[in-house]
């Protein structure tokens, strides 16, 4: 029913050491966990397809920003700072004057 890969795939955490600790609480609450399985089962959505295909990186991101969204927005909000910075001293770069070049022009005309 896909609930221990959904599970693995929210907390990262990998989909056998999930499995193996659902068959240990099976064992242990002597099987009154499995209609809660069952439920879950029935009631949790599918995944959508398009999330299937996203590569390792993505989905570690992804894993990231469940497991702690203030860190992922503090990392992403740095990322683009950086972008940022580096976009502006492209744009001074471009955008400034220059004057050797300027010079150059004015003895081609």
């Known amino acids: 029913m896909g609930v221990c890969a959904g599970i693995a795939d929210y907390t990262g955490f990998d989909v056998s050491l ?8 099976l064992f242990m609450s ?3 966990i499995l209609p809660f399985y069952f439920i879950m089962g029935w009631v949790s959505p599918n995944k959508p397809v398009a999330l299937e295909r996203v590569d390792r990186e993505e989905q570690q991101f992804w894993q990231g920003v469940r497991a702690s969204p203030t860190r992922a927005a503090r990392d992403i909000r740095s990322r683009l700072k950086d972008i940022d910075r580096r976009l502006a ?5 471009v955008t400034t004057e220059n ?3 300027a010079r150059e022009i004015e003895q081609l005309r």
């Not at 999930?18 to 609480?25: D, F, G, P, S, T």
């Not at 001293?89 to 770069?93: A, H, L, Q, T, V």
């Open 89 to 93: 001293d492209i744009e001074s770069y």
């Open 30 to 32: 002597g099987g009154s």
């Open 18 to 25: 999930i499995r193996v600790a659902m068959l240990a609480a």
């Open 99 to 101: 004057r050797s070049l």
